[in-house]
């Protein structure tokens, strides 16, 4: 069954605590939490601190997406607050492997995440060595875009790597991810659907979740 992870970008920070434990009781299995340091991307969020409160608030497993120009500079600092899957982009790592290995010498899960108009080629090296590929379906930096639809065969062509490789990888996709796309998305391989407006723009969180993780 595919899992879900609300994105707290979307949650009302100023009830971050709340909204945690509204989406672990409502069936989340993870929560992810993006990085932003306005270089990478064209915006800021969050950072050591706030991952640290966030494993005060939780058991849930913390997804923490690096969308950094230095990711390799963040890892120890956000094993250290808690985090226990980090994902670094393929095209900011230039010592990608090792930037991985350091990520699981801690004992944390390692992803690696592709923007839409990466190829999955950068993959040809690495994939074995990653524990989760994460597809963007939007640019990442901001909230609420639309899901960019090529993204499905993405999604299908890596399904179909990993199964003929008989990989453990598990792919992840994040960005414009709703109730209108999430039957796709599973359908072409999807392991797990970061979700974030979807979720927490909903009146009812669980019945969001129900509908992602088994809707059409």
């Given at each position: 069954m595919v899992q879900i992870a609300p994105s707290i970008l979307a949650s009302d920070f100023?009830?971050?605590g709340e909204e945690v434990a509204a989406v672990e009781v409502a069936g989340a299995d993870l929560l992810h939490?993006?990085?932003m340091d306005g270089h990478f991307v064209p915006n800021i969020s969050i950072g050591v601190p706030v991952v640290a409160s966030l494993r005060r608030a939780t058991d849930l497993p913390l997804d923490v997406h690096l969308?950094?120009?230095?990711?390799?500079?963040?890892?120890?600092?956000f094993a250290e607050a808690g985090a226990d899957?980090?994902?670094v982009h393929v095209e900011v790592c230039l010592h990608l492997e090792g930037t991985l290995a350091v990520i699981k010498q801690r004992g944390l899960k390692a992803g690696v995440v592709l923007n839409p108009s990466t190829p999955l080629t950068t993959l040809d090296e690495i994939?074995?060595?990653a524990d989760h590929v994460l597809l963007m379906g939007v640019n990442p930096g901001f909230s609420g875009q639309a899901f960019i639809k090529s993204v499905e065969g993405k999604v299908a062509r890596l399904r179909l790597?990993?199964?003929e490789a008989g990989l453990p990888t598990l792919i992840?996709?994040?960005?414009g991810v709703n109730q209108d796309n999430a039957g796709r998305l599973r359908k072409?391989?999807?392991d797990i659907l970061v979700a974030a407006t979807a979720i927490f723009g909903a009146d009812d969180y669980g019945a969001a979740i129900k509908a992602l993780r088994a809707g059409p």
């Open positions: 100023a009830r971050l939490v993006d990085v969308m950094v120009s230095e990711p390799h500079d963040f890892i120890e600092a899957w980090i994902s994939l074995p060595e790597r990993i199964d992840e996709v994040d960005g072409a391989g999807a």
